[in-house]
């Protein structure tokens, strides 16, 4: 018989805030050392109360804009009961009741197409901290206890590992260039849920839900295996299938049962009366949706008609820092083609040179504007430009003060160009002759001592046609 995969996935992301999600301590990035980041509020001390950040709220709601949700007005929070040791207040705060965003919509691209996925809701949570097994001896670090989480919440909508992929490699492009988390390593993880049908069946089979994965490379290692495993059962009869909560382990490429599925009641949720009620009000909501980034479709298209490459959409999108940037340059007036060559190819390369990133050294939409002006407007040269880029990002150079003092902008009247061009050629006859016997290098040669004569001042174009006809 043939089958068809039903999946839906509750993505858990960090959120890029400067503190935790109820108290002041830095986020978990903030940490060097175990412990680092702790006080006696999210390690759980008797006492004491959480106190609400409000830039969590608020990039929940991007969050929820971006996905195209209903952003409630009224929401809560709730205590998830459960004892474990990385769990200090032996209960997480998170939200059942009121959660901040429900019924949303994700179009996902796919070899067979696009695709919408729903998503059920979002909302918003603390994390747990960690446990650090080492010999006979179990440590717990509280550095990730109440960083702010948001989780997703899809409908059981996909129908392929492809689509899962896609899905999440949207979200991570969406929330890295609309600065609500980096996505980094661990920062962005899955429970995958699973089940199979016969093709054509309306009703749902038995699902089990895959743990707390990270790498996309598991997450399709661990679909494929798990749905193979569901088929099995179904069409052989080789075990009966029961609603589990499972792990995938990379090394054998297996997923392994780890417990029965826990249902609400085993929680025993109940409102937190710690934390009131937020009201998003019309005002707040208002500001929220003024400072939203452009929806990441959005964003694509425009730098598609601008005729950016779709590699270089993909890299400008991966990252908020370049995106940015490139909005500034081109807002100042510049051609977006041309600012995206010279931030992808130019700045980052003269950054790689270094062993530096974008996130290493910030150069100002001012600075990087001036010098594609006074290249595109003909001032000076693109390889001058180039140099003056390099002294600004190594000596923090003013770029129109540079290029003055280093005469880039020098202009040589026709009349002293063909001289310069003369007196290369009359200084250097063995080249002349080399070239006049078909050595295509000795051109090279000459221009090269023609432009260093013009100290790499003006049109390299026309001066190559220059000297060819004056060789002739
Ligand atoms: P629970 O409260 O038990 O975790 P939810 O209704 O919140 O259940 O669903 C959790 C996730 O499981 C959702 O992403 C949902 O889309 C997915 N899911 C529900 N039923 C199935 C199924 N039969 N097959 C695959 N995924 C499912
Ligand atoms: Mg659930
Ligand atoms: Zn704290």
Redesign the pocket.
């Known amino acids: 018989m043939k089958y068809e995969l ?5 993505t858990h992301v960090e959120l890029s805030t400067e503190s935790k999600i109820f108290c002041s301590c830095g986020g978990h990035s903030a940490a060097n050392e175990p412990n680092d980041c702790v006080c006696p509020a999210c390690s759980g001390m008797p006492g004491m109360l959480p106190v609400m950040n409000k830039r969590v709220v608020e990039l929940a709601v991007t969050a929820g804009l971006m996905l195209n949700c209903e952003i409630s007005r009224y929401t809560t929070f709730d205590k998830k009961n459960y004892y474990y040791p990385d769990l200090p207040c032996a209960y997480q705060i998170t939200q059942l009741n009121h959660p901040i965003c429900t019924n949303g919509l994700v179009p996902v691209k796919t070899s067979a197409g696009t695709r919408d996925i729903r998503i ?1 809701q979002i909302h918003m949570e603390e994390d747990a901290g960690k446990l650090v097994h080492s010999g006979s001896f179990s440590y717990v670090d509280f550095n990730r206890t109440s960083v702010p989480l948001i989780e997703i ?4 909508d996909f129908r392929s590992a492809e689509e899962v992929i896609a899905y999440l490699t949207k979200l991570k492009s969406m929330f890295r260039s609309g600065g609500i988390s980096e996505c980094e390593e661990g920062a962005m993880r899955c429970d995958v ?3 199979v049908r016969p093709e054509g069946s309306e009703e ?2 038995v ?1 089990t ?1 895959i743990k707390n994965m990270s790498s996309f490379e598991a997450i399709e290692k661990a679909i494929n295996y798990e749905s193979q495993r569901h088929m099995d059962a179904l069409e052989y009869e080789t075990e009966v299938l029961v609603q589990e909560t499972r792990r995938f382990d990379d090394a054998s490429g297996k997923t392994f049962a780890m417990r029965n ?1 826990e ?2 009641a085993d929680y025993r949720y109940f409102p937190d009366a710690n934390l009131m009620p937020i009201i998003i009000d019309d005002e707040w909501l208002e500001k929220i949706k003024a400072d939203k980034p452009v929806a990441i479709d959005d964003k694509a298209v425009e730098y598609q008609e601008a005729g950016i490459s779709d590699k270089e959409i993909d890299m400008i999108l991966s990252n908020h820092k370049i995106g940015k940037l490139l909005d500034s340059v081109v807002a100042l007036g510049c051609n977006p083609k041309d600012t995206a060559a010279w931030i992808l190819t130019d700045y980052a390369g003269i950054l790689r040179k270094d062993g530096k990133t974008m996130d290493d050294h910030n150069i100002s939409a001012e600075t990087l504007a001036a010098i594609i002006k006074m290249v595109d407007s003909g001032e000076i040269n693109r390889g001058a430009g180039k140099k003056i880029l390099i002294a600004v990002v190594e000596n923090d150079v003013d770029p129109v003060a540079y290029c003055e003092e280093q005469g880039f902008n020098k202009k040589f009247d026709e009349a002293a160009i063909e001289g310069i061009i003369d007196s290369v050629i009359s200084n250097n006859e063995k080249a002349v002759t080399e070239f006049k016997n078909g050595k295509e290098k000795a051109f090279q040669a000459l221009f090269g001592a023609c432009m260093k004569e013009l100290k790499g001042v003006g049109n390299p174009a026309v001066i190559k046609t220059l000297l060819q006809n004056k060789l002739k």
Do not use: A, D, M, Y
Not at 6 to 10: A, R, S, T
Not at 153 to 156: A, G, I, K, N, S
């Open positions: 039903v999946i839906g996935l509750e059920k919440v899809t409908q059981p849920n699973i089940s749902f089979g699902r839900e599925k249902t609400e």
